[in-house]
């Protein structure tokens, strides 16, 4: 099968097994081979490990960070507006308020983690039991994931002919380093700062880059 016309499909894949099973691989497989490309959450389970479709080589795996000015005080004492009254640094000083999430699943032996986009506290649109919609805020790879999708989404519609690898190889490389750490994190409004710590195998090859990736393709 050759590509696809056109610019390539991107297909974000928010879900997750413990195993690969073949029916699932030669979904995949077929959906590769065609040009499309596909983009995973590493899935929520820790130290447990990642699941599938996530941990599966050739599909873009994303581990879930979040920010160490999560739910601090504004000037008036008001926790609930830090997601938009506080100030995030600009790279390269943005790793050094980045943590990887407990929740997101680390890389063990065998499964092959790419990159880190934010996944702690997101803000979102969420549809509630009476049908209306309102916001809250929702953590979880499944958050991390939608990032790097809208970002691939952005490099496909530059360069038509991107193909699996190359958007691979392009985030991986372009990715903001995040070394192994501990950083102090408040888990609520009004809650006290608490540690939450990460290893190498829980960051990939760093925070995703939306610039950095684009610039690559020119």
Same mark, same amino acid.
């Given at each position: 099968?050759?590509?696809?016309?056109?610019?390539?499909?991107?297909?974000?894949?928010?879900?997750?097994?413990?195993?690969?099973?073949?029916?699932?691989?030669?979904?995949?497989?077929?959906?590769?081979? !065609?040009? =499309?490309?596909? *983009? $995973?959450?590493? @899935?929520?389970? /820790? #130290?447990?490990?990642?699941?599938?479709? &996530?941990?599966? !080589?050739? =599909?873009?795996? *994303? $581990?879930?960070? @979040?920010?160490? /000015? #999560?739910?601090?005080?504004?000037?008036? &004492?008001?926790?609930?507006?830090?997601?938009?009254?506080?100030?995030?640094?600009?790279?390269?000083?943005?790793?050094?308020e980045t943590y990887i999430a407990d929740f997101s699943s680390r890389e063990l032996?065998?499964?092959?983690?790419?990159?880190?986009?934010?996944?702690?506290?997101?803000?979102?649109?969420?549809?509630?039991?009476?049908?209306?919609?309102?916001?809250?805020?929702?953590?979880?790879?499944?958050?991390?994931?939608?990032?790097?999708?809208?970002?691939?989404?952005?490099?496909?519609?530059?360069?038509?002919?991107?193909?699996?690898?190359?958007?691979?190889?392009?985030?991986?490389?372009?990715?903001?380093?995040?070394?192994?750490?501990?950083?102090?994190?408040?888990?609520?409004?009004?809650?006290?700062?608490?540690?939450?710590?990460?290893?190498?195998?829980?960051?990939?090859?760093?925070?995703?880059?939306?610039?950095?990736?684009?610039?690559?393709?020119?």
């Amino acid at each position: 099968m050759g590509p696809l016309k056109g610019s390539p499909v991107v297909i974000n894949m928010s879900l997750g097994g413990s195993e690969l099973d073949a029916v699932e691989k030669a979904a995949l497989d077929y959906a590769l081979e !065609a040009g =499309v490309l596909i *983009v $995973a959450s590493a @899935g929520n389970s /820790g #130290e447990a490990g990642m699941g599938y479709p &996530g941990a599966y !080589a050739p =599909v873009v795996s *994303v $581990a879930a960070t @979040g920010w160490t /000015g #999560e739910w601090k005080p504004d000037a008036k &004492g008001n926790p609930r507006t830090w997601w938009y009254a506080g100030d995030v640094a600009e790279k390269p000083g943005v790793v050094d308020e980045t943590y990887i999430a407990d929740f997101s699943s680390r890389e063990l032996p065998g499964p092959d983690l790419d990159v880190a986009a934010p996944g702690a506290w997101v803000l979102g649109a969420y549809q509630v039991n009476q049908g209306q919609q309102a916001f809250y805020y929702l953590g979880g790879t499944s958050m991390a994931a939608p990032h790097v999708a809208g970002l691939v989404a952005l490099m496909a519609e530059k360069d038509p002919g991107l193909t699996q690898t190359e958007t691979e190889t392009i985030l991986e490389s372009t990715a903001v380093a995040l070394d192994a750490g501990c950083a102090a994190v408040r888990p609520g409004p009004g809650a006290a700062p608490a540690e939450v710590c990460w290893g190498e195998n829980a960051t990939g090859h760093g925070l995703v880059n939306a610039v950095d990736a684009l610039a690559a393709l020119d």
